[in-house]
Structure formats: structure tokens, C-alpha cells
């Protein structure tokens, strides 16, 4: 179906479904049908103390979508669309064979943020070939995250790198790829990088999610 019918179409399916149900269940759930015009729902926002609502930025690509991001001119650069989905996530893991000062300093802030909201903050890194630098991961920590460092440089060398941005509304999404937390993986590095939808590849971010706690 066109882009343009989709919403129309799937209020029209909607309220029949709710009347079938009421009928069904001889009850009035008339109340639950989606209001006409209708829109999509693209966030749910929390009140700031001034009582303006919380600006949530949008993921440059949707979250419905399973991408493959090489840094590649004209498209998303990974540094910019990582930093996009934090402000939505409601917690992040994250596990990097190295961590560097200009690859964390972009991310910094947003991260800081993620974390004084009490939501989750878990890096998981290592020193194999020396490239993690300290004070990379002390910014970390000072900004509420919970570093942990592997010192196994001969049996596991630990080399992978993967995000996780888990949402409870169903839409995580995983990062797995090449790009370190550097600034040239992040933002001008030929990179590889396979962004995967929880919606629709559940059992792929499951799998991301259970080796993480391994």
C-alpha cells in the first residue's frame, strides 16, 4: 500500500477490529477506536520541571529499519546516527575493543544526560593493544556510566564492538560492525557497521543482549 494510504487504511482496520471486539465481548470499548484525522505516534515525552515537554531527537534512520552504515558521503556518518538514538533509549550497552578521547567526546554529552535520568549506562572494553585510553573511560564513569575493563590480552583478545539501545516499547536496536569509539571510526573511517532492527529481527538483538551479560 502507497505511504500516503497507510495511516487512513490502518485507522479504518483499527476501528473495525475495536467494534468486532466490542461486539464479541457485549461491552462498550467504542472509547479505545483511534480518533479520526489521525497521525502517527512517533514518541511519548516526559514533562520537564517547567512543564515543557522533553525534546527526544529522531534517529536518523528509522527504527523500524536494518541498515548497513559505512561512513559513506551523502549518508548518516555512525557517530551521528549513535548519538541520535540515545536520547530515546531507555538503556544502553555498550561492548568496545578500544576507547578513545575523540570518539566518546561527541557522545558525551547526550550519554551524561541518558545517565542522570537514571536510565542504564553499561561499557564493557578492554586494554588488547593498549588503544583504550583511561581518561576516555574516566569521562565515562563521571558521566554515570558503569565501565568494566577486560585485562585479557592473550586468550579472549577481546576485539568486538557492539551497541545496544534497549527500549521497552519493542523498537531496540543493535549496532554491530568494525567502528571503535574513535573519532575517524566514528565519523570519516571506511567503516562497516550493520544497524539491526528489534522490531523486526527480535531474535538477533535477544542474541546481542544475552552474550552482552555473558
Known amino acids: 500500500m502507497p505511504e500516503s494510504d497507510r495511516v487512513a487504511a490502518s485507522i479504518q482496520l483499527a476501528r473495525a477490529l475495536v467494534r468486532q471486539i466490542g461486539e464479541l465481548q457485549d461491552s462498550d470499548v467504542a472509547a479505545d477506536a483511534p480518533v479520526d484525522p489521525g497521525c502517527v505516534l512517533r514518541a511519548v515525552a516526559a514533562l520537564q520541571p517547567d512543564g515543557r515537554s522533553e525534546t527526544i531527537r529522531q534517529p536518523l534512520i528509522p527504527l523500524l529499519d536494518t541498515a548497513l552504515l559505512t561512513n559513506a558521503p551523502g549518508e548518516p556518518r555512525v557517530g551521528n546516527q549513535l548519538s541520535s538514538e540515545i536520547h530515546s533509549a531507555d538503556r544502553i550497552d555498550i561492548v568496545m575493543a578500544f576507547i578513545r578521547r575523540s570518539g566518546i567526546r561527541p557522545l558525551l554529552d547526550a550519554l551524561r544526560s541518558h545517565s542522570e535520568h537514571g536510565r542504564s549506562l553499561r561499557v564493557r572494553t578492554t586494554t588488547y593493544t593498549?588503544?583504550?585510553?583511561?581518561?576516555?573511560?574516566?569521562?565515562?564513569?563521571?558521566?554515570?556510566?558503569?565501565?568494566?575493563?577486560?585485562?585479557?590480552?592473550?586468550?579472549?583478545r577481546l576485539h568486538a564492538k557492539a551497541w545496544l539501545f534497549h527500549r521497552r516499547s519493542g523498537f531496540s536496536t543493535a549496532y554491530i560492525g568494525s567502528s571503535n569509539l574513535t573519532h575517524s571510526a566514528q565519523v570519516s573511517g571506511l567503516e562497516w557497521n550493520v544497524r539491526v532492527s528489534g522490531a523486526r529481527n527480535a531474535?538477533?538483538?535477544?542474541?546481542?543482549?544475552?552474550?552482552?551479560?555473558t
Open 130 to 156: 593498549g588503544s583504550t585510553e583511561l581518561a576516555a573511560l574516566e569521562a565515562l564513569r563521571s558521566g554515570g556510566a558503569d565501565v568494566r575493563v577486560s585485562y585479557d590480552t592473550s586468550m579472549t
Open 203 to 213: 531474535d538477533v538483538v535477544e542474541k546481542v543482549s544475552a552474550v552482552f551479560e
